[in-house]
């Protein structure tokens, strides 16, 4: 039979009449005779994890039918005194408090509400920013200005419609100041004293003797401010004119036709033609915004103002057609068909006016008139569509009340 059939009882190289030098690790009857040699100056003596004889730095073989040995620890000697390794044991030699835990009894409850995630860098910087719209106006602040204009204009008109005077007298004034401050930018200095004064003059007249003194009051005015530049010279007079001009014609004059279409009766129908007038204007801008947010798709004037487009624009018509339909025929008695004219009329020209003063402050470079109505800008940044409505309003009711 064959050594390498296992019927034979032993296997390979397994010679059981030899006696074996090391069993299990612990020296036979023959000894080696090279230990001392072998093991002299071995930099692993007295390690019990090298391998090896026992009490030599090696510690017995082990097999795979006996029970694991306990080894003692490793203190590595470059660790001091009171920082030794710890005790190492055994998985199952471990305190009971020290095992793995129940992975059942932390397993997430379905039925648990998520936890709220804390404020991140995004949501924490958010907080201490300034409400307002996305185009950086203080919202706030925009609606309350805006309500107590609302509520003076109405009260002056309601209460005692003389005080409409004064209104327009004061935006009119705030105006002059705006548009001298403002056309600085371009090098011309216009006079502000004789525009003041030729603003209230205009206003006051157009109250007492109608159009031929709201004219005149134009001339006069214009007259005062050419004289004032020629105080200063010839070059300041060619410089300032232009600019003279254009404030006197644009405020106070265009502003002052709001006075005549309250005219000749002031305290009957005169204050529902204004309100039906400035309405008319309220309508224009809230149809065209509306319109140009959900269907606003092709610009309109995109190098004068990008975000007008055709759709707002006829959503301002619709929206001012249809409410000064309803509003001359409830207030003043005026067949709705003269409403529709009307109000398509004064949203075309509240559109231009806009445009007119968006092309202005474009030249100017600058975004707002100025800064004295929180929220909205300066006070011609809201008289840019009524400037150009209250005239043609004016001239519209004298074409209705002719017919």
Known sequence: MSYLDPRSGQTSGDDTSVPAPYYYGVPGDIGDPYAADRHAGDPYAG??????????????????????????PIQPQFLAPDRQAPDRQAPDAQAPDAQAPDRQAIAPDP????SRRGPGKRRAGAKGRPKGNRAGRNLPAAIAVGVSLVLVVLASL?????????VIAVAGSAG???????????GADAPLVPLLAGGLLITGLAWYDG?????????????????????????????????????????PFLLSFGVLV????????????????LLAVVLSDTGGYAFGVFLGRHKMAPTISPGKTW??????????????????????????????LFGAVISIVAVIGDLAESM????????????????????????????????????????????
């Open 360 to 403: 202005l402050k474009r030249d100017l470079g600058v975004k707002d008139m100025s800064n004295l109505l929180p929220g909205h800008g300066g006070v011609m940044d809201r008289l840019d569509s009524i400037l150009f409505a209250v005239p043609t309003a004016y001239l519209l009711f004298a074409l209705i009340a002719a017919n």
């Open 111 to 114: 039925n648990a509400e998520p």
């Open 211 to 251: 159009p031929d003194a709201l004219l005149l009051g134009l001339a006069v005015t214009i007259l005062a401010s050419v004289i004032w530049r020629l105080a200063d010279g010839v070059a300041a007079f060619r410089r300032d004119l232009t600019a003279s001009v254009l404030t006197a014609v644009y405020v």
């Open 311 to 340: 759709e707002g624009f006829a959503g301002s018509i619709c929206a001012a057609a249809i409410g000064s339909a309803l509003l001359l025929y409830f207030l003043l008695g005026i067949p709705a068909y003269w409403g529709l």
């Open 262 to 277: 309250q005219l000749p009766d002031a305290s009957g129908n005169g204050r529902w033609r204004v309100l039906c007038t």
């Open 47 to 72: 390690d019990p994890y090298a391998g090896g004889p026992a009490g030599q730095g090696y510690e017995p073989a082990w097999h795979a039918d006996e029970p694991p040995a306990q080894a003692a």
């Open 158 to 166: 309601m209460v005692w419609p003389p005080a409409f005077l004064g």
């Open 176 to 186: 002059i100041w705006e548009m001298t401050r403002a056309l600085k930018a371009t």
